[in-house]
C-alpha cells in the first residue's frame, strides 16, 4: 500500500511554473511535518523544502528560497509545492517525506 504518492511532475521550459501534489493515506499526516527532496541524475537526494504539521512554518533549501512554496492542506492529506522560475538544474525527481516515509517520485525536467 503506497502512503505517499506524489504527482504534477512532467516536462517544461525554463522560466516556467509547476505545482507538485503529495497525497497521503496515512491517518498521521496532519500531525507531522512533512518535506520534498529531490534528486537530480547522478546525484545524491538533497532537501528541498518542509512544512511543519499546522503549515505555518515553512524552511527552504537556498537553491529553491524564493522561487518554490511548500504548503499543505490538511483537511485532504495533500502537501503541494508550487514551483516557479524554473530552471534547468530544478531537473530532477521529486520526493515528498513524512516521517520514515517516501513517495515513489515524479519526474520534473526543465529545458533551456
Known amino acids: 500500500q503506497e502512503r505517499l504518492v506524489e504527482s504534477g511532475g512532467k516536462l517544461v521550459q525554463a522560466g516556467d511554473s509547476l505545482r507538485l501534489s503529495c497525497a497521503a493515506s496515512l491517518s498521521t499526516f496532519s500531525s507531522f511535518a512533512m518535506a520534498w527532496f529531490r534528486q537530480a541524475p547522478g546525484k545524491e537526494r538533497e532537501f528541498a523544502a518542509a512544512i511543519n504539521w499546522k503549515g505555518l512554518n515553512t524552511y527552504y533549501a537556498d537553491s529553491v528560497k524564493g522561487r518554490f512554496i511548500i504548503s499543505r492542506d490538511n483537511a485532504k492529506n495533500t502537501g503541494y509545492l508550487q514551483m516557479s522560475s524554473l530552471k534547468p538544474e530544478d531537473t530532477a525527481v521529486y520526493y515528498c517525506?513524512?516521517?520514515?516515509?517516501w513517495g515513489q517520485g515524479t519526474q520534473v525536467t526543465v529545458s533551456s
Open positions: 517525506k513524512l516521517l520514515d516515509y
